[in-house]
């Protein structure tokens, strides 16, 4: 007689469910606290981005010039005084707040834009024949001839200064990352089983690309891009220091930080403040991007999860 091997209906539920996928990531970064750190000072950017201007858009343009250079720490003041005043008795804590729009609105619209343009030119290159390859690449090759702060310095000395023109600048010199990228991970996954499986399965080019390719080359563009951003925002920063990025009324931090090198010596924290808004961004990103790279890598992640079972 034979015997089942089906086991019994309460045993089976009692067997429990793997958590979500999204819930594991979760765990993953609380366990991690230098990456813990850097996320949540992350939302607190994005948070002062989105509502800073509409909270206190107000408060960073109103001019007091009895408070010239107010030194900071002054808790006697207002709370928006307490990192001191610019020369023209703006409080800074505000100002530092409202440049956030800007500041982030810039890298994140000028990463955002060559991560699509350039995986899409990479997946195409990396797929396709040998002659859209071959001028793909040639393309990457001219843009990536030029330094990237010497080309944005030329195009924006001849067009307005604006937010919009720093995007499309800062976008055109980062496409060769995400192309050269994206093209050699495609190379690599398109002579994978499951690929040619598509492949005799019938299934449409456009299909294999964007439903099988890109899903596994993403986490890699992510992982790059979170870096890319920091590099973008610190490229946004030079141009303002330059005087060719940003012009007021508008602001950013390099704008900040440039206003501010005049009064190095008498108001140190002009340029201070700004300028570690702009190193603690640029670093939480840098933790937040290594994080990444091994939580969203299936061969690197059992690291994590080891290390939670140790635990």
């Given amino acids: 007689m034979a015997v089942s091997e089906t086991p019994p209906a309460s045993e089976a539920q009692s067997i429990p ?6 819930l594991s990531i979760l765990r993953m970064l609380y366990r991690d606290k230098f990456a813990l750190c850097a996320a949540i000072f992350l939302i ?5 981005a989105v509502f800073g201007p509409m909270l206190l858009g107000e408060a960073a343009t109103d001019q007091n010039l009895r408070g010239r250079n107010t030194p900071p720490f002054d808790f006697s003041q207002h709370w928006t005084m307490w990192l001191g005043g610019d020369a023209l008795g703006r409080p800074l804590l505000a100002r530092i707040i409202v ?4 500041t982030m609105m810039i890298a994140a619209g000028a990463v955002l834009a060559s991560l699509i343009i350039g995986t899409t030119l990479g997946l195409v290159a990396g797929y396709t024949g040998k002659a859209a390859s071959q001028v793909i690449m040639r393309l990457a090759d001219v843009i990536m001839s030029f330094p990237s702060l010497l080309l944005a310095v030329i195009v924006l000395y001849m067009l307005e200064p604006a937010v919009g023109n720093l995007i499309i600048v800062l976008a055109i010199t980062r496409i060769p990352i995400y192309l050269r990228t994206s093209r050699a991970e495609v190379l690599e996954v398109r002579e994978r ?4 499986a598509a492949q005799v399965m019938g299934a449409s080019t456009f299909r294999i690309v964007f439903r099988h390719i890109l899903p596994v080359v993403a986490p890699t563009l992510i992982t790059i891009a979170t870096l890319d951003f920091a590099f973008v ?7 303002s220091f330059l005087g060719i990025g940003i012009q007021p009324p508008e602001i950013t931090w390099g704008l900040m930080v440039s206003q501010g090198r005049s009064y190095l010596t008498s108001a140190w924290w002009l340029s201070f403040w700004p300028g570690l808004a702009i190193i603690l961004t640029t670093l939480s990103l840098n933790l937040l991007s290594n994080w990444m790279r091994t939580a969203l890598d299936p061969v690197q992640r059992w690291r994590l999860e080891i290390s939670r079972k140790k635990k």
């Fill in 44 to 48: 607190v950017v994005v948070f002062c």
């Fill in 99 to 102: 440049a956030a729009q800007n």
């Fill in 193 to 196: 089983m499951f690929v040619q």
């Fill in 233 to 239: 925002m610190l490229a946004e920063s030079s141009l």
């Fill in 17 to 22: 469910k793997p958590p979500p996928a999204w």
